[in-house]
T-cell receptor
Framework: GAVVSQHPSWVICKSGTSVKIECRSL??????MFWYRQFPKQSLMLMAT?????????EQGVEKDKFLINHASLTLSTLTVTSAHPEDSSFYIC???????????FGPGTRLLVL | GEDVEQSLFLSVREGDSSVINCTYT??????LYWYKQEPGAGLQLLTY?????DMKQDQRLTVLLNKKDKHLSLRIADTQTGDSAIYFC???????????FGTGTSLTVIP
C-alpha cells in the first residue's frame, strides 16, 4: 500500500511553454502533498506544501506565479511550470501524507528538460 | 528501484543518544542523506555524506557509513524533546537522477 505516482515520468518541452505534472496517491487519501525540486547532484529542496481544498504554502524564494500548485482532490495534486525556461530543467518529486498520519510517501519523480 | 530500509519506530529518553539505522542495496550510491520531518512539515535536510567517507560529524549529529555492508546510521547525542520527528534516509546513484527514500523512522523522545 501507500503508493504515489507521478505523470509524466519525464518531459521535454520548448522554452516558453507550460508543463503540468500530476501527483496521485493511488491507494490512500492524502490530506497533504509536498512538492520538491532536485538540482543536479544536490539535495531535494522543498518548494511548497499543498493541502486539499486550500492554497499551497510556498517556501521562500519559490515563485508562486511560476509554479502553480492545485490540490484538487484528496488523491491528486498538480504542479504547473508556467512559461518554462531552461533553468527550470530539473527533477521534480512529490510526496503525500495519508489522512491521520505523519509519514510521507514519495513519488518516483518527473524529469523536466526545457530546451 | 533500489531498496532503502529503516526500522519504523524508536523511543529514547531525553538526554540519551539515539541511533537510527538505514540499509540500502544500491552499490553505486554516491550521496547518502538524512532528512527530518516534523509534524505537518516537509522534509528538512539534516546532513549528508559522500560515499567515500566513513564518518561525518556535525554538532550533535554523527553519521557513520559502512559501505561494505551498505549500512548508514545517524546518531543524535543528548537527544532532546525537539528531536521527536520522523527521520528519512535517502540515497542517490552516481548519475544523481533518482532519489530512493527509506520509509522513515519515527523517533519519540520521552521526557
Amino acid at each position: 500500500g501507500a503508493v504515489v505516482s507521478q505523470h509524466p515520468s519525464w518531459v521535454i518541452c520548448k522554452s516558453g511553454t507550460s508543463v503540468k505534472i500530476e501527483c496521485r496517491s493511488l491507494d490512500f487519501q492524502a490530506t497533504t502533498m509536498f512538492w520538491y525540486r532536485q538540482f543536479p547532484k544536490q539535495s531535494l529542496m522543498l518548494m511548497a506544501t499543498s493541502n486539499e481544498g486550500s492554497k499551497a504554502t510556498y517556501e521562500q524564494g519559490v515563485e508562486k506565479d511560476k509554479f502553480l500548485i492545485n490540490h484538487a482532490s484528496l488523491t491528486l495534486s498538480t504542479l504547473t511550470v508556467t512559461s518554462a525556461h531552461p533553468e527550470d530543467s530539473s527533477f521534480y518529486i512529490c510526496s503525500a501524507t495519508p489522512r491521520g498520519r505523519e509519514t510521507q510517501y514519495f513519488g518516483p519523480g518527473t524529469r523536466l528538460l526545457v530546451l | 528501484g533500489e531498496d532503502v530500509e529503516q526500522s519504523l519506530f524508536l523511543s529514547v529518553r531525553e538526554g540519551d543518544s539515539s541511533v537510527i539505522n538505514c540499509t540500502y542495496t544500491d552499490s553505486s550510491s554516491t550521496y547518502l542523506y538524512w532528512y527530518k520531518q516534523e509534524p505537518g512539515a516537509g522534509l528538512q535536510l539534516l546532513t549528508y555524506i559522500f560515499s567515500n567517507m566513513d564518518m561525518k560529524q556535525d554538532q550533535r549529529l554523527t553519521v557513520l557509513l559502512n559501505k561494505k555492508d551498505k549500512h548508514l546510521s545517524l546518531r543524535i547525542a543528548d537527544t532532546q524533546t525537539g528531536d521527536s520527528a520522523i527521520y528519512f534516509c535517502a540515497e542517490t546513484s552516481n548519475t544523481g537522477n533518482q532519489f530512493y527514500f527509506g520509509t522513515g523512522t519515527s523517533l519519540t523522545v520521552i521526557p
